[in-house]
């Protein structure tokens, strides 16, 4: 039983050292459907993809509350493999399994599929999905959940509806309202976006999500010294909010490098399997003539992502400022062996290797 506890203390710590002693403990027939539900509720928060074999596993367990939380895990992982097991899972025997497997497939419209038993129960699932959210017309919670399905499915007009409506119907509740503003930022409704944002603070002034969703609208607008303050407050409200230190450190590059690199590296330290965040601190350092570092960074994500291209070409950059030239080389045709490597992308390296070798 400590043990047990050991591991759930770090699954909601987001420490991963341990991931294969949970999966292991997933894997095991005689566990506590209780203990095992929790494990996949929390390695969500995972993104480690070896995770994703045994959460697929998971969706045939003997528990309809296991198998309805995998069908949720399953939805941030959309591959074909994940994908034909959701679409089994829209025909299972729990009704909360079909419905969660039916919220993971928001984005997938059902009249996109070739299959007619696929689209006949994907359809089935959703309409118990819609039925279960509309039972109680009071319930400010439903009416969120709908609009987060909608939200995911691209229909933004339909989300923002139903985030107002949840919010009418208990207004202090901040999640609908960043919903909201987050959908008519998608409609172009800046103007609606920031109305819900400020609404949202008027409540809970320093809720991180509002803050942070307010600091991109403030960048949007070209108000920096607003969108700065309104990033920082987020941060300080979750200073594991990664997406808010990125963002921030973007902000501030033409301010100052420093602060772009302390920034960046906060966000690289909480998500180091998020190439996007390790190739723009290498960008960063670069900038400030730390060449080593930076290429040490991007050498990391090419292993790790090799089809994150944008790493190649900064990395070959690098070694061209630094003379390296058959290392650059090198990295150039890595990339040009690649048979997914976007034609524009193909023929700038093209040019670049002709004009190393001349």
């Known amino acids: 039983m400590l043990r047990r506890a050991e591991l759930i203390d770090q699954a909601r710590k987001h420490d991963w050292k341990r991931l294969p002693e949970m999966l292991d403990e997933l894997k095991k027939k005689n566990n ?9 509720r929390l390695l969500r928060g995972c993104d480690d993809e070896s995770k994703l074999p045994v959460i697929l596993e998971m969706l045939r367990d003997a ?31 729990s009704r909360l399994v079909r419905i969660r497997s039916a919220v993971s497939l928001a984005a997938l419209p059902p009249d996109q599929l ?22 109680r017309g009071d319930d400010w919670a439903s009416y969120a959940n709908v609009g ?33 503003a987050i959908a008519y930022e998608n409609l172009g ?35 920096l010294p607003e969108a700065e303050a309104a990033l920082r407050k987020a941060l300080k409200a979750d200073p594991q909010m990664h997406q808010a230190a990125y963002n921030l450190g973007v902000l501030l590059a033409d301010k100052s490098l420093d ?12 998500r180091p399997d998020n190439p996007k965040y390790a190739h723009t601190l290498a960008f960063y350092l670069r900038q400030k003539g730390d060449g080593d570092s930076a290429v040490e960074l ?3 994500v090419i292993r790790r992502d090799p089809f ?6 900064l990395l070959g950059q690098i070694y061209e400022d630094q003379r390296e030239y058959q290392r650059a080389t090198a990295v150039y045709r890595d990339a040009l062996k690649m048979e997914q490597l976007p034609n524009a992308l193909r023929q700038q390296l093209e040019t670049k290797v002709r004009a190393i070798e001349k």
């Not at 506590?32 to 996949?40: A, E, F, I, Q, W």
């Not at 309809?64 to 895990?73: E, I």
């Not at 985030?163 to 919903?179: D, H, M, S, W």
Request: hydrophobic share 40%; net charge neutral.
């Open 32 to 40: 506590d459907p209780v203990y095992k539900n929790s494990l996949v």
């Open 63 to 93: 528990s309809p509350l296991v198998r309805s939380s995998a069908a949720s895990a399953l939805g941030d992982h959309i591959t074909p493999e994940s994908l034909k097991a959701l679409l089994a899972a829209t025909a299972d025997e």
């Open 114 to 135: 070739q299959n007619n038993r696929d689209r006949r129960n994907l359809n089935g699932a959703i309409h118990d999905f819609m039925t279960a959210m509309t039972a």
């Open 148 to 180: 987060n399905f909608y939200m995911d499915r691209g229909d933004f007009a339909a989300a923002a509806g139903y985030f107002e409506t949840a919010a009418r119907l208990e207004p202090r509740q901040i999640g609908p309202l960043v919903n909201a």
């Open 189 to 223: 409704r800046t103007d609606k976006a920031e109305q819900r944002l400020l609404q949202a603070l008027k409540y809970e002034g320093d809720n991180a999500a509002a803050n942070f969703n307010l600091g991109l609208l403030r960048g949007e607008q070209k108000r």
């Open 259 to 270: 602060q772009a690199v302390e920034w960046c590296q906060k966000a690289h330290r909480l």
């Open 298 to 300: 991007l050498r990391q």
């Open 308 to 313: 994150y291209w944008d790493s190649y070409l």
